[in-house]
């Protein structure tokens, strides 16, 4: 019979090593884990984005539509309206022009809501400019007589959309909505490619239609130009 001894086997102590399998199942882990986390950032921020700017996308999709239609007012044409009338009080205590004087006046009188554009004298002959989106108001008066003309052209509602749209004669508020707007849809279009681009069947096929749609637009330009 052999000796207990010669019957002992060595058995490994501590933990077994962890072979190279191990460590890429461990990479591969992580980078999955990223892809989904990013993946599903970037869809919440695509589908948040999109819902919170829908009306300001419509706005903007629609106008852009009349905008580059301008005879298509629906019947809702512009009106003009001439006014005639007498200042009460013209010049300051120093025979200046009293310019703030003369727009409140006419402000009391006739209702004018826009912002003053442009005023100016040149002689005895005083002028003051009101534009707002899709209205215009301009005025003469004499400096000496105080008789004044008032011409306003109030356009139609379509009209006062366009002018919303490219910002003209708006306030610094509706400024800052076109801003917004304009970043909001450079990360509705920004996300959705990212998006695509998560999605490795329709990678290449995204890459593709973008490519199309940027050569396309680059042709017209410079047809157009």
Not at 151 to 157: P, S
Not at 184 to 195: A, K, P
């Amino acid at each position: 019979m052999e000796p207990a001894a010669d019957l002992a086997v060595d058995i490994p102590v501590g933990p077994a090593p962890v072979g190279d399998d191990g460590s890429d199942a461990a990479a591969r882990s992580r980078r999955t884990t990223s892809k989904a986390t990013g993946q599903r950032w970037t869809r919440w921020i695509h589908v948040y984005t999109s819902m919170i700017s829908l009306v300001l996308v419509l706005f903007f999709g629609l106008t852009g539509l009349t905008l580059n239609h301008p005879d298509w007012t629906f019947g809702d044409e512009a009106t003009t309206t001439t006014l005639t009338g007498t200042l009460d009080g013209v010049t300051a205590a120093d025979g200046s022009v009293d310019f703030l004087a003369v727009s409140e006046e006419l402000r009391s009188r006739h209702g004018i809501g826009a912002a003053v554009a442009d005023h100016r004298v040149e002689g005895t002959q005083g002028s003051i400019s009101y534009r707002g989106p899709g209205y215009a108001a301009d005025v003469t008066f004499a400096t000496d007589t105080g008789r004044y003309t008032l011409v306003v052209e109030q356009q139609g509602f379509v009209a006062v959309m366009n002018d919303l749209h490219k910002g003209r004669d708006a306030d610094t508020s509706w400024k800052w909505v076109i801003d917004v707007s304009a970043g909001v849809l450079v990360v509705i279009s920004l996300s959705g490619l990212v998006l695509q681009l998560y999605l490795r069947r329709r990678r290449r096929s995204a890459l593709v239609v973008v490519g199309v749609g940027l050569v396309a637009t680059v042709v017209l330009a410079v047809v157009t130009l």
